[in-house]
């Protein structure tokens, strides 16, 4: 199994404030996900990074995909209470299909 | 449209019986899977299909059979339910490889399931 570590587990963030999730692995991983999951549903699908280098931008959330394809991190500018939520990564590695997820960050913003 | 549904949404087992979750989707995906998330732990991949008749293994297959007969339907049967399979089961489904979309993977709302 190739392990993805997620960092930090918790933040409590204010309105407006900046941050940034990491997520880590000694694999290499040719596409990484990044899913938002709200209580009592499934993950939804933010963004896939493929490209070593690669920045990807969705409104206030930027992704990037580690030059080596091992890592990647997600920044949030000004959060909002509505990006309150469990963060996670996944990575498709070299057999294909199957996903093996991060333990996800559980973000709270407040007003 | 309906995506990915799964029922039930919630079971409470006896240890030692056996159930079958559901999971249809209504997108023509050939790749469908399920997931166990527990606390602390993430999603777990417990078996996965590329295409009907064709299904594998994840991470945490013991414990759990699947079969895929049609291209809308991967059920997942309990064969003896124990405590440690309390958890929110995930079904997700995907088209497959996209060039700048990965595996873009859609979730069922989960089935919560209680083995006292």
Same mark, same amino acid.
């Given at each position: 199994t190739q392990l993805l570590e997620q960092s930090p587990q918790f933040l409590s963030i204010q309105e407006g404030e900046n941050l940034t999730v990491y997520c880590n692995s000694s694999s290499v991983f040719s596409s990484l996900q990044w899913y938002r999951q709200e209580p009592g549903e499934g993950p939804v699908l933010l963004v896939t990074v493929v490209t070593g280098g690669e920045v990807k931008k969705l409104k206030r959330l930027t992704f990037q995909f580690g030059d080596a394809r091992k890592d990647s991190s997600?920044?949030?500018?000004?959060?909002?209470?509505?990006?309150?939520?469990?963060?996670?990564?996944?990575?498709?590695?070299?057999?294909?299909?199957?996903?093996?997820?991060?333990?996800?960050?559980?973000?709270?913003?407040?007003? | 449209n309906a995506g990915v549904t799964q029922t039930p949404k919630f079971q409470v087992l006896k @240890?030692? =019986?056996?159930?079958?979750?559901?999971?249809?989707?209504?997108?023509?995906?050939e790749y469908m899977s399920w997931y166990r998330q527990d606390p602390g732990m993430g999603l777990r991949l417990i078996h996965y299909s590329v295409g009907a008749g064709? @299904?594998? =293994?994840?991470?945490?297959?013991?414990?759990?059979?699947?079969s895929r007969s049609t291209t809308e339907d991967f059920p997942l049967r309990l064969l003896s339910a124990a405590p440690s399979q309390t958890s929110v089961y995930f079904?997700?489904?995907?088209?497959?490889?996209?060039l700048t979309l990965g595996y873009e993977q859609y979730f069922g709302p989960g089935t919560r399931l209680t083995v006292t």
């Open positions: 997600l920044h949030i500018t000004a959060a909002q209470p509505g990006d309150t939520g469990l963060y996670l990564c996944a990575g498709a590695g070299s057999s294909g299909y199957a996903l093996n997820f991060g333990k996800g960050t559980s973000l709270l913003v407040t007003p | @240890t030692g =019986q056996s159930m079958t979750l559901q999971c249809a989707q209504d997108m023509n995906h064709i @299904t594998d =293994q994840g991470e945490v297959p013991n414990g759990y059979n699947v079904c997700a489904s995907s088209n497959g490889w996209d």
